[in-house]
């Protein structure tokens, strides 16, 4: 008897349900079945919401454009001013304590492409050992920061601080 009273019920509930929004001017679609397993019920809009979705839409694709308009519209890209001329410069030979440094920066399409060691201290077994190591990183690191503000690299002071003032001298030049 309980069960039966609590089923009128529900069904009495859902029906007031139905006949209510079914007032208000909007049906009921179909339930959809989703990925949870849940059933959802949508409303559609009635005809005064559904005139100004659609006014809404008509002022944005008049802003701007219709979804394949916007994708083949070219996009006007920033030219950056280069700061640096193309072409090679060298720059001054520093003394970094056991011999010399002295580059060249290699700039290619206003960036700064190559680093090349014109001289370095290379007399000693050691000045050999750092150097190798040192100027490969340095290289790196100009051209990654294209420009001369990089790190000393630890070990090889000596060879960075005057690598760093060979390479400053070879970018002034090449300053636009």
């Keep these: 008897m309980k069960k039966s009273v609590l089923s009128l019920s529900v069904v009495v509930a859902f029906v007031a349900y139905v006949v209510a929004t079914l007032s208000k001017g909007t049906s009921i679609e179909p339930a959809k ?58 720059g001054d030979s520093v003394d970094a304590y056991y011999g010399n440094i002295k580059v060249q920066a290699k700039i290619q399409d206003g960036k700064i492409s190559d680093v090349i060691f014109l001289d ?41 601080s005057a690598f760093i003032l060979s390479i400053e001298s070879a970018l002034s030049k090449a300053k636009n």
Excluded: C, H, W
Excluded at 44 to 52: F, I, L
């Design 33 to 90: 079945f989703i990925e949870d397993k849940n059933y959802v019920f949508e409303e559609t809009p009635n005809s005064e919401d559904k005139e100004s979705k659609e006014s809404e839409e008509q002022k944005l694709i008049e802003k701007n454009g219709t979804l394949k308009e916007i994708q083949t519209k070219e996009v006007p890209t920033e030219t950056k001013p280069k700061l640096y001329k193309d072409g090679l410069y060298s």
């Design 120 to 160: 370095y201290p290379k007399d000693q077994t050691n000045s050999i050992k750092i150097n190798t190591e040192a100027t490969r990183q340095l290289k790196n690191e100009v051209i990654a920061a294209q420009s001369a503000n990089v790190d000393v690299i630890s070990g090889a002071t000596e060879t960075s």
